[in-house]
Nanobody, 123 residues
Framework: QVQLVESGGGLVQTGGSVRLSCAASGGTFSRPTMAWFRQAPGKEREFVAGINLLQRTAYAGSVKGRFGVSRDNAKDSLYLQMNSLKPEDTAVYYC?????????????????WGQGTQVTVSS
């Protein structure tokens, strides 16, 4: 059973940076692709960034150039470095894992989810 636990959220000012971490347990090869999603109040959960075992990455257009996703398979960890944060980045950020080889951008493609961590960007 795969378990995902996020950490690193908090309150940050516009233009600031935050690094999220996701600690995973369970077999790495059962979840070759991992991703970050976010959900703001009243909005649907949306894809932010993802990475597969080959270190191939994908980003939502709204975060490309500002966010960086990475993974450390030896530590079973996923990271999201968020720079140049904007108030519209405020959301609960979720770590997710998929058995897909390629990075999927829809929540239905992911089988495992963390509890989420709140990121609030003040203006």
């Amino acid at each position: 059973q795969v378990q995902l636990v996020e950490s690193g959220g908090g309150l940050v000012q516009t233009g600031g940076s935050v690094r999220l971490s996701c600690a995973a347990s369970g077999g790495t090869f059962s979840r070759p692709t991992m991703a970050w999603f976010r959900q703001a109040p009243g909005k649907e959960r949306e894809f932010v960034a993802g990475i597969n075992l080959l270190q191939r990455t994908a980003y939502a257009g709204s975060v490309k150039g500002r966010f960086g996703v990475s993974r450390d398979n030896a530590k079973d960890s996923l990271y999201l470095q968020m720079n140049s944060l904007k108030p519209e980045d405020t959301a609960v950020y979720y770590c997710a894992a998929s058995t897909s080889i390629g990075v999927l951008t829809t929540p239905t493609g992911y089988d495992y989810w963390g509890q989420g961590t709140q990121v609030t960007v003040s203006s």
